[in-house]
């Protein structure tokens, strides 16, 4: 199953067959001025006029990357800075699998009275494990050190 992002700004708001299209379950509305929509299907059919999805939800969620970042400070880190797009890359990665909860993040989004903002909470809840990620990034290379000292061919540059 993949999600698609349907670009729907060049149709009047009250077109009847957008219309049907929600009311039938074969689209949402993405988006608070509902320029968009998500669909399950390859091609939408609009005015009897077959047409293709913008893009997948995966590829838009990168729309979302704003450069902005959260820092974490600790004992084991002095300064840790996690980006949005390690969460939009976690998000991407994981967008059809099941979350913690035992949702899938894509259906979770769908399904959502609210697409956009389901789809920013779910990139802040991407968060921790973007931590976790980097920390076992730590670890690995942490251990790699460890095993060049063993070795005798650790330098300090």
């Not at 990357?65 to 840790?80: A, C, E, P, R, Y």
């Not at 730590?138 to 063993?150: D, F, G």
């Amino acid at each position: 199953m993949q999600i698609y992002v349907y670009n729907i700004s060049n149709y009047e708001e009250d077109n009847i067959a957008i219309k049907k299209l929600i009311e039938n379950g074969s689209a949402v509305f993405f988006g608070q001025d509902q320029t968009r929509l998500l669909s399950k299907d390859v091609f939408l059919s609009i005015d009897n006029i077959a047409i293709k999805p913008e893009c997948d939800l995966k590829e838009f969620i990168d729309y979302y990357n704003d450069g902005s970042h959260v820092t974490v400070t600790n004992d084991l880190f002095d300064i840790l800075e996690i980006g949005i797009e390690e969460s939009i890359s976690y998000l991407q990665e994981n967008l059809y699998s099941k979350d913690d909860s035992g949702f899938v993040y894509a259906e979770r989004i769908y399904n959502s009275d609210n697409p956009e903002e389901e789809t920013s909470k779910i990139l802040d809840e991407c968060v921790i494990p973007s931590i976790y990620n980097r920390i076992e990034k730590y670890k690995k290379k942490a251990e790699e050190i460890k095993q060049n000292i063993k070795d005798g061919i650790f330098e300090w540059k």
